[in-house]
Nanobody, 127 residues
């Protein structure tokens, strides 16, 4: 059974930084695309970033380009989201996710493209 466990969320002031981690288990991590999504209260879950199985291709939502960086360490079965220059509107629960199909493109931005989800980690940015 695939399990995803996020960590690293917290409270930070605007302009600050956080690094989220998502540890995966239950299958060969290095064969699968990983994505990050977020959901703010009263809003739909939205795509943040994705990285393909090798780490050679990444894909970002326009609103995080230049501020967030997705990366992965296949030896540690972990994907990261480095978040810099945080804004109050970045406040949300952040989820990592992965599809059932191996060797997928990084260009997966719909929640329905993903089959397995973590429990989420809260990020709160104060103004």
């Amino acid at each position: 059974q695939v399990q995803l466990v996020e960590s690293g969320g917290g409270l930070v002031q605007a302009g600050g930084s956080l690094r989220l981690s998502c540890a995966a288990s239950g299958r060969t991590f290095s064969s699968y695309t990983m994505g990050w999504f977020r959901q703010a209260p009263g809003k739909e879950r939205e795509f943040v970033a994705a990285i393909n199985w090798s780490g050679g291709s990444t894909y970002y939502a326009d609103f995080v380009k230049g501020r967030f960086t997705i990366s992965r360490d296949n030896a540690k079965s972990t994907v990261y989201l480095q978040m810099n220059s945080l804004k109050p509107e970045d406040t949300a629960v952040y989820y990592c996710a992965t599809p059932r199909t191996s060797y997928s493109s990084a260009f997966l931005r719909r929640p329905t493209d993903y089959d397995y989800w973590g429990q989420g980690t809260q990020v709160t940015v104060s103004s």
